[in-house]
Protein backbone atom coordinates (compact mmCIF):
# COMPACT_ATOMS: atom_id res chain seq x y z
CA UNK A 1 0.00 0.00 0.00
CA UNK A 2 1.57 3.18 -0.46
CA UNK A 3 2.27 5.98 2.04
CA UNK A 4 1.11 9.38 2.28
CA UNK A 5 -2.19 9.12 0.40
CA UNK A 6 -4.67 8.71 2.47
CA UNK A 7 -6.46 11.74 3.93
CA UNK A 8 -6.22 12.45 7.86
CA UNK A 9 -9.11 11.03 9.58
CA UNK A 10 -11.30 12.50 12.18
CA UNK A 11 -12.96 10.38 14.51
CA UNK A 12 -14.89 13.75 16.82
CA UNK A 13 -15.76 15.61 13.37
CA UNK A 14 -18.77 17.90 14.39
CA UNK A 15 -21.68 18.31 12.31
CA UNK A 16 -24.01 21.46 12.71
CA UNK A 17 -27.28 21.33 11.31
CA UNK A 18 -29.33 24.40 10.16
CA UNK A 19 -32.12 23.90 12.94
CA UNK A 20 -29.37 24.57 15.72
CA UNK A 21 -28.94 20.55 16.26
CA UNK A 22 -25.39 19.55 16.93
CA UNK A 23 -23.61 16.12 16.64
CA UNK A 24 -20.50 14.19 15.79
CA UNK A 25 -19.17 11.73 13.49
CA UNK A 26 -16.30 10.20 12.20
CA UNK A 27 -15.30 11.92 8.80
CA UNK A 28 -11.97 13.10 6.65
CA UNK A 29 -12.97 16.74 7.08
CA UNK A 30 -13.18 18.13 10.98
CA UNK A 31 -16.60 19.89 10.66
CA UNK A 32 -19.42 19.96 8.38
CA UNK A 33 -22.68 22.32 8.11
CA UNK A 34 -25.49 20.16 6.89
CA UNK A 35 -29.30 21.86 6.10
CA UNK A 36 -31.12 18.57 7.61
CA UNK A 37 -31.02 16.03 9.82
CA UNK A 38 -32.97 13.70 11.42
CA UNK A 39 -34.29 16.12 14.15
CA UNK A 40 -35.70 18.50 11.44
CA UNK A 41 -36.28 16.02 8.11
CA UNK A 42 -40.26 16.02 7.33
CA UNK A 43 -39.64 12.13 7.32
CA UNK A 44 -38.85 11.67 11.02
CA UNK A 45 -40.90 14.62 12.29
CA UNK A 46 -44.01 13.18 10.52
CA UNK A 47 -44.48 16.70 9.69
CA UNK A 48 -46.07 17.42 5.90
CA UNK A 49 -44.01 20.09 3.77
CA UNK A 50 -42.12 21.01 0.97
CA UNK A 51 -38.47 21.44 1.46
CA UNK A 52 -37.46 23.78 -1.03
CA UNK A 53 -33.96 23.97 -2.12
CA UNK A 54 -32.78 26.93 -4.42
CA UNK A 55 -36.61 27.11 -6.19
CA UNK A 56 -37.18 23.68 -7.45
CA UNK A 57 -40.77 23.74 -6.19
CA UNK A 58 -41.47 27.12 -8.08
CA UNK A 59 -39.70 26.02 -11.31
CA UNK A 60 -41.47 22.75 -11.38
CA UNK A 61 -44.96 24.55 -10.43
CA UNK A 62 -44.27 27.35 -13.02
CA UNK A 63 -43.15 24.32 -15.22
CA UNK A 64 -46.19 22.51 -14.94
CA UNK A 65 -48.88 25.10 -14.42
CA UNK A 66 -49.89 23.61 -10.91
CA UNK A 67 -51.61 25.69 -8.18
CA UNK A 68 -51.34 25.35 -4.69
Known amino acids: ?3 KIHPKYFPEAKVVCSCGN ?4 GSVVPS ?3 ELCSQC ?3 FTGE ?3 IDTAGRVE ?3 RRY ?3 E
Not at 22 to 25: A, E, W, Y
Open 1 to 3: MKA
Open 22 to 25: NFTV
Open 32 to 34: LKI
Open 41 to 43: HPF
Open 48 to 50: RRM
Open 59 to 61: RFK
Open 65 to 67: KLK
